[in-house]
């Protein structure tokens, strides 16, 4: 099972608490009829499928009940950092670990 | 179902290793704010704890942190129209949200040499790192409960109505299994 870190409880808990939430960072356009088909589906369905480390979502479903993200590389399943909501990017050089 | 309510907390399950009883009820709110608290702690009469998972206690009430923003608070039977009607006087300073939920959950008190060991069966983090004194909103048995550590081994677990019967058949043979090893 994985361990994951909330960012709003400060523990590192199980991830039987924790719900996957998809891929962060996704901007919702500010202004949404200005946006051409293409940049609709971009936005809508166009998905990120790195191998290695991925910034996602995840909810603290049965706990503080609050989104956060996270940094966890797809080949280790490993963790690299959790951060609050609204937090920007942070750089996967200094994550060390398995980040490129 | 309908049997008259006893003051005495009611045994759902015994074994030589842990008991689980009925609390009485009692009246729950739940609280969402943000900002200055003050003036609502003016007004409940207490302060609200500062990290999730820690409790308060003003008077008759009792507050435990769910989330950045959330409580949950616990009082007699009675008094929520008071505490209601003071918390709606500050609403003008510190927009908040304060529902009755009283009628939502039903409240089990497991007690016994071996209560830390019972609650292990359904729940994937550890029950030890929750504190005595402390409380925890986290996933027994696959159903979002909220766990109050009282004492080494006496807890309260908050559980919503509908999924009580599912929670109380895995206490109930967790108390038999664990009485079963003591032998």
Redesign the interface.
């Known amino acids: 099972m994985l361990l994951i870190t909330c960012p709003y409880c400060e523990e590192t808990l199980p991830e039987a608490e924790f719900a996957y939430a998809g891929q962060a960072h996704v901007i919702r356009p500010e202004n949404p009829s200005g946006q051409s088909d293409e940049q609709w589906e971009e936005f809508l369905f166009i998905r990120e499928n790195p191998k290695g480390p991925h910034f996602e979502r995840w909810r603290h479903l049965h706990g503080c009940g609050r989104f956060f993200n996270a940094v966890r590389d797809t080949v280790s399943d490993k963790f690299l950092t959790t951060y609050r909501a609204g937090a920007p990017r942070p750089d996967l050089a200094s994550l060390g670990g398995d980040a490129k | 179902m309908n049997k008259p309510m006893s003051s005495e907390p009611e045994v759902l399950a015994e074994s030589a290793a842990v008991r689980v009883r009925l609390a009485k009820p009692c009246a729950r709110l739940s609280l969402r704010a943000r900002g200055d608290l003050a003036p609502l702690e003016a007004a409940l009469g207490l302060s609200l704890p500062g990290k999730?998972?820690e409790r308060c206690t003003g008077g008759e009430l009792e507050a435990l942190r769910?989330?950045?923003d959330?409580w949950m608070l616990h009082l007699p039977e009675g008094t929520v129209e008071g505490v209601l009607s003071s918390c709606a006087g500050v609403y003008e300073t510190l927009p908040h949200s304060l529902v009755d939920v009283s009628g939502r959950e039903v409240t089990f008190q497991i007690d016994g040499a071996r209560a830390t060991e019972l609650l292990t069966l359904g729940m994937?983090?550890d029950p030890e790192?929750i504190a005595v004194g402390e409380g925890?909103?986290?996933?027994f048995d696959g159903v979002?409960v909220t766990i109050w550590r009282d004492a080494d081994s006496a807890y309260r677990m908050d559980v919503w109505h509908s999924f009580a019967p599912h929670v109380l058949h895995l206490l109930e043979t967790g108390c038999r299994e664990l009485a079963a090893e003591a032998v």
């Open positions: 999730i998972g769910l989330g950045p959330e994937a983090r790192s925890r909103r986290t996933n979002t």
